[in-house]
């Protein structure tokens, strides 16, 4: 069987990352514990908005962990698709905002002016 591109997080894996580096990895765990927290936005917002932006970095490990999260603090399957959508749209629209770069580009001559 092939070495999978994404390998499974295992207890050892994980505790090996801590071991290199525990004060971090300590800080970022509470950190990430004070992101989450319910707060002006309730931790099922702040979940679906890291689902959304896990869609977006194309993290598989936040997909499958802040989706978990997110239904466990009530979202449902269509809130999570809508905000899959949004990451979609997000993603694409800033493509297509971005054309300008490459219409000004293109209608530059060497010199900087358009040809």
């Given at each position: 069987m092939p070495h999978p591109v994404y390998p499974a997080t295992t207890r050892e894996?994980?505790?090996?990352r801590?071991?290199?580096?525990p004060e971090t990895h300590e800080a970022f765990q509470a950190f990430s514990k004070q992101?989450?927290?319910d707060g002006a936005l309730p931790?099922?917002?702040k979940q679906l908005i890291a689902?959304?932006?896990?869609h977006t970095t194309q993290c598989?490990?936040?997909i499958r962990s802040h989706t978990r999260l997110a239904l466990r603090k009530g979202a449902s399957e269509q809130e999570l698709m809508e905000a899959?959508?949004?990451a979609?749209?997000?993603?694409a629209g800033g493509a297509y905002a971005h054309s300008v770069i490459a219409l000004d580009a293109a209608g530059a001559g060497s010199d900087g002016h358009p040809s």
């Open positions: 894996l994980a505790a090996h801590t071991e290199l580096a992101v989450f927290a931790e099922k917002t689902v959304a932006v896990a598989p490990y936040c899959i959508w949004v979609a749209e997000m993603r």
